[in-house]
């Protein structure tokens, strides 16, 4: 299984509000070190947990070198300027006749409330992995960041995967319809910084209302600052072991209940391979 990400920013916060700003880089917190910080995480804990399965991560670099918004004027018809690097290393892999069962590239996954639609391409090359995947997060409770529904065409790094590798990659990529350009509000602008990732603390939080009060976990956030208002070192203590708890337990299987709750338990068979 091959999992990717890019892991460069854009140059050019070309969709800023602030003109000022169009050639100013992105921090891109969220696109793309988000997936790279997941996969990050992933490789850390395959390393603990022995498995059957061979999984290769790869980074592509310049996947977000497409042609300025301002610049359009300047487009030679048919020009490809995004996903530079996954296209040259679909052309030139790593080892000779680099082959996958499928790939999931990941991209803009981190902040709050993203949500992730079927995507054009990915339904088009590889509509199985996106069946499998989309079925899979409804099943672990995450319908509110899956959505069943189609989105448009994204030309990501899973497209040259796709077409010149011929590996079925699909794109889990954030996408708000809601928004101008498609992508969410931060979206190329000097703005993806870290305060759009949604740090494990705050997912800790939302899925653990029922085991302590909002009181206690303001406690907990407040530990380290230098004026420890409300730090009740009860609350403290009570929450670093509900975080011990959880770290053994992920190893068994930690399951998450929509609705702001979860409950540990270990995982059945069947869920140990769904997760
Ligand atoms: C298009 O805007 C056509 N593709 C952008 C994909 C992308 C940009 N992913 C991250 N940044
Ligand atoms: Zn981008």
């Known amino acids: 299984i091959m999992l990717c990400a890019h892991w460069d920013t854009r140059p050019w916060a070309d969709s800023d509000p602030d003109k000022a700003n169009h050639y100013k880089p992105v921090p891109g917190a969220n696109d793309g070190g988000s997936g790279v910080g997941i996969l990050l995480e992933i490789a ?12 290769d991560i790869i980074l592509f670099d310049a996947e977000d070198y497409g042609r300025h918004a301002d610049e359009w004027r300047d487009a030679v018809e048919g020009e490809e300027t995004w996903a530079l690097g996954s296209k040259h290393w679909a052309h030139n892999t790593h080892v000779k006749n680099y082959k996958a069962r499928f790939g999931i590239l990941l991209d803009i996954i981190g902040a709050p409330n993203s949500t992730f ?23 672990l409770g995450y ?20 077409r ?17 350009n498609g992508f969410g509000p931060h979206h190329h602008t000097v703005k993806d910084n870290m305060d759009w990732i949604d740090a494990f603390e705050r997912n800790f939080k939302c899925n653990s209302t029922n085991l302590f009060t909002s009181k206690e976990y303001t406690s907990y956030r407040n530990r380290n600052r ?4 409300n730090s009740n070192p009860d609350a403290i203590a009570k929450i670093d072991s ?4 959880i770290k053994t337990a992920t190893k068994d299987g930690l399951l ?3 609705g702001g709750s979860f409950y540990v338990r270990s995982a ?3 869920e140990k391979q769904l997760l």
């Open 268 to 270: 059945t068979p069947e």
């Open 117 to 139: 639609y079927l995507g054009g391409y990915s339904m088009q090359y590889a509509r199985e992995i996106v069946a499998k995947v989309w079925n899979c997060a409804n099943r």
């Open 226 to 229: 230098k004026w420890k208002i």
């Open 143 to 162: 319908s509110k960041y899956f959505k069943m529904y189609e989105g448009g065409l994204i030309t990501d790094d899973h497209v040259h995967v796709n």
């Open 256 to 258: 998450f209940i929509p």
């Open 242 to 245: 509900l975080k011990g708890m």
């Open 164 to 180: 010149i590798l011929g590996i079925p990659c699909i794109d889990i990529i954030n996408c708000d319809p809601q928004s101008p």
């Open 44 to 55: 850390r804990q395959l390393s603990q947990v022995p498995t059957a399965l061979g999984v």
